[in-house]
């Protein structure tokens, strides 16, 4: 079974489509954990009536806002798979998703791997170009930029086991991803495009100057990294982040 982590915060207007894109999926045994951090909208309402109608969707609610690490820890938590991915609540996978990951790691041997995406805004318009990502990545190319995006991630751990997040606002992504890197060589990046990664108005992730003081702050504290290493890496951060959202 594939176990997939859903955080959900103020989601009301994309969690349906989101769903839908998991029930299309060619491979079918699997669990939604979707966990609600606190939402002041409607999103409640509309993932009750989602589960009511999915035995296999399992919401876990909560009237405080947590930050993303502890929804998605108890996500991570609650998962009984033997493969476990991540899923955002205004992102979509293709219908291959699923099917495609798992083969990509019977055939390659990697217990990690993750897949290139589409880019969209709001309305699903194709504003930037595919992100192709790299055929493989070390814990150092993390360290130097986060290729991994939640939306493609996906992990056997069965073998590779179960790990959480930093509890950090920012960047909890990044440590998880990480903290499997250190154990082994090199997570396998899959060309083909399998999803679509919505770029929200108000998304922070688009703002680098306002996430430069996180992502120093994870080097030095969740890392803990000399200042050198910390400017070394910070530099390339900086760099790549400019050209991944060049055009």
């Given at each position: 079974?594939v176990?997939?982590?859903?955080p959900?915060?103020?989601?009301?207007?994309?969690i349906?489509?989101?769903?839908?894109?998991?029930?299309?999926?060619?491979?079918?045994?699997?669990?939604?954990?979707?966990?609600?951090?606190?939402?002041?909208?409607?999103?409640?309402?509309v993932?009750?009536?989602?589960?009511?109608?999915?035995?296999?969707?399992?919401?876990?609610?909560?009237?405080?806002?947590?930050?993303?690490?502890?929804?998605?820890?108890?996500?991570?938590?609650?998962?009984?798979?033997?493969?476990?991915?991540?899923?955002?609540?205004?992102?979509?996978?293709?219908?291959?998703?699923?099917e495609?990951s798992?083969?990509a790691?019977k055939?390659?041997g990697?217990?990690?791997?993750?897949?290139?995406?589409?880019?969209?805004?709001?309305?699903?318009?194709?504003?930037?170009?595919?992100?192709?990502?790299?055929?493989?990545?070390?814990?150092?190319?993390?360290?130097?930029?986060?290729?991994?995006?939640?939306?493609?991630?996906?992990?056997?751990?069965k073998?590779?086991?179960?790990?959480?997040?930093?509890?950090?606002?920012?960047?909890?992504?990044?440590?998880?991803?990480?903290?499997?890197?250190?154990?082994?060589?090199?997570?396998?990046g899959?060309?083909?495009?399998?999803?679509?990664?919505?770029?929200?108005?108000?998304?922070?992730?688009?703002?680098?100057?306002?996430?430069?003081?996180?992502?120093?702050q994870?080097?030095?504290?969740?890392?803990?990294?000399?200042?050198?290493?910390?400017?070394?890496?910070?530099?390339h951060?900086m760099?790549?982040?400019?050209?991944k959202?060049?055009?």
């Amino acid at each position: 079974m594939v176990s997939i982590v859903t955080p959900t915060f103020n989601s009301a207007k994309f969690i349906a489509e989101t769903v839908r894109s998991v029930q299309n999926q060619t491979y079918q045994n699997w669990e939604m954990i979707i966990v609600d951090d606190g939402s002041s909208d409607d999103t409640a309402a509309v993932v009750n009536g989602l589960a009511s109608e999915e035995q296999r969707i399992k919401f876990f609610p909560s009237a405080t806002n947590a930050g993303p690490a502890k929804a998605r820890n108890k996500g991570i938590e609650n998962a009984s798979g033997s493969y476990m991915t991540f899923l955002d609540a205004d992102d979509v996978w293709y219908p291959d998703f699923i099917e495609n990951s798992i083969a990509a790691i019977k055939e390659t041997g990697v217990h990690f791997v993750f897949s290139s995406y589409r880019r969209s805004n709001e309305n699903m318009e194709f504003v930037y170009s595919d992100f192709i990502v790299p055929e493989k990545v070390t814990y150092t190319d993390i360290l130097k930029s986060n290729s991994i995006s939640c939306l493609t991630a996906f992990l056997d751990i069965k073998t590779l086991g179960k790990k959480t997040m930093p509890e950090i606002r920012k960047r909890q992504d990044m440590g998880l991803w990480l903290k499997y890197l250190k154990e082994i060589p090199f997570a396998h990046g899959i060309q083909e495009p399998k999803a679509i990664y919505r770029i929200r108005e108000n998304s922070l992730s688009r703002n680098k100057k306002n996430l430069i003081r996180y992502q120093w702050q994870f080097y030095r504290e969740v890392e803990q990294l000399n200042i050198l290493q910390s400017g070394y890496y910070m530099l390339h951060w900086m760099y790549r982040g400019f050209m991944k959202y060049r055009n």
